[in-house]
């Protein structure tokens, strides 16, 4: 039982960075890589595609994910903004 839970941690950990790229709810856009690297680092980046926000709301939204403790450059959390902005605008 143990090996076989072992070998399917080592199976997810190897299939990890090949998954990297399959989070169906994030289009394509640009900053899309940016996202993903900096806003899986701590929960799936598809939880973004659940709001709807004009570009000042993201902004606010990106903000505080900062300040929970994501690790980006002020470049890279701009660059995210703008995609989640261009990706998920007001409804
Ligand atoms: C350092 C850890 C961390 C990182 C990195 C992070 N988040 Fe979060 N995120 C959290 C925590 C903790 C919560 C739940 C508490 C909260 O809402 O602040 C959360 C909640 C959320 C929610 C749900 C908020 C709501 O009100 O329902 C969204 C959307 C979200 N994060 C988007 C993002 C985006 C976009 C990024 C990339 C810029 C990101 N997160 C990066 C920790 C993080």
Redesign the pocket.
């Known amino acids: 039982m143990k090996l076989v839970l072992a070998s399917a941690l080592g199976l997810f950990a190897f299939a990890g960075p090949a998954l990297a790229d399959d989070f169906k709810l994030l289009p394509d856009g640009p900053g899309r890589d940016t996202?993903v690297r900096?806003?899986?680092?701590?929960?799936s980046?598809e939880?973004?595609a659940?709001?709807s926000l004009d570009a000042p709301g993201?902004k606010a939204?990106?903000d505080?994910?900062?300040?929970?403790?994501?690790?980006?450059t002020d470049a890279e959390?701009d660059t995210?903004?703008k995609y989640?902005a261009a990706s998920f605008p007001p409804k």
């Open positions: 996202t900096v806003c899986a680092q701590c929960h980046p939880i973004a659940q709001q993201w939204l990106v505080q994910m900062a300040n929970n403790g994501a690790n980006a959390f995210i903004a989640l």
